[in-house]
């Protein structure tokens, strides 16, 4: 069975500091992972996934099959960087997302 | 471009009732995916309709049915409700079955009494 887990619900850290929210699954064929974002009183939304390989708003992510880890990272986090972050993973039946519980990024002044 | 759209926002019901969530897919969009999300959890996938068939399905019972119309949009149906029903549940929706991403809805947030 596939999982996703994000070891911490929430985060906290000064504006400007670095972040890097962490991610690790289990799954037996090759994963496609992403990162979505929530913020306040937004609708879920796409923030990368790793085959693109690009880095949205300062973020970047790489896929580590070893680890198998997908850990979220900003060099210098901002004020508007707050939000919830989900992990998923897509695999499986009807390509299915599978979501880690999500960690609370939260960039204080 | 439309996005996803859900309804009802927000919907009361209690413990044995039936309810029907729906949702309205982004435009030239022709898959849409299911999930409940408990407080406090991640989403977790329930089903997915692609060309108005049955596309995969999560670890639900069969009291969650769901339909997909000709035109895209779907509905999500909850039979004998129980109290761990209470969630919000979001609606996804891409194009195709292969790797393009899902765009998410508001969400419908049902509570059980």
């Known amino acids: 069975a596939q999982r996703v887990t994000q070891p911490e619900k929430l985060l906290s850290v000064f504006k400007g500091a670095p972040v890097e929210l962490k991610c690790n699954y289990s799954y037996s064929g090759s994963p496609e992972l992403f990162w979505y974002v929530q913020y306040s009183r937004q609708r879920l939304q796409l923030l990368l996934r790793h085959i693109s390989r690009e880095s949205i708003k300062g973020f970047t992510a790489d896929l580590n099959k070893g680890e198998t880890s997908f850990h979220l990272k900003k060099p210098f986090a901002q004020e508007e960087d707050s939000a919830m972050y989900y992990c998923a993973l897509r695999g499986g039946a009807g390509n299915m997302l599978t979501f880690g519980g999500g960690t609370r990024l939260m960039v204080k002044p | 471009e439309t996005g ?92 195709g079955t292969g790797n393009q991403p899902q765009h998410f809805g508001d969400g419908t947030r049902l509570s059980i009494l």
């Not at chain 2, 009802?8 to 897919?25: A, D, E, F």
């Not at chain 2, 299911?34 to 068939?53: K, M, N, V």
């Not at chain 2, 049955?54 to 129980?82: C, K």
């Open chain 2, 4 to 95: 996803v759209t859900q309804s009802p926002t927000h919907l009361i019901k209690t413990r044995g009732q039936q309810v029907t969530l729906r949702c309205s897919s982004q435009s030239g969009h022709n898959t849409v995916s299911w999930y409940q999300q408990a407080l406090g959890q991640g989403p977790q996938f329930i089903f997915q309709y692609y060309r108005e068939e049955e596309n995969g399905r999560g670890n639900f019972p069969p009291r969650f049915s769901g339909l997909q119309f000709p035109n895209y949009s779907s509905e999500l149906n909850v039979n004998a409700l129980e109290l761990d029903d209470s969630a919000l549940y979001l609606c996804a929706s891409s194009l």
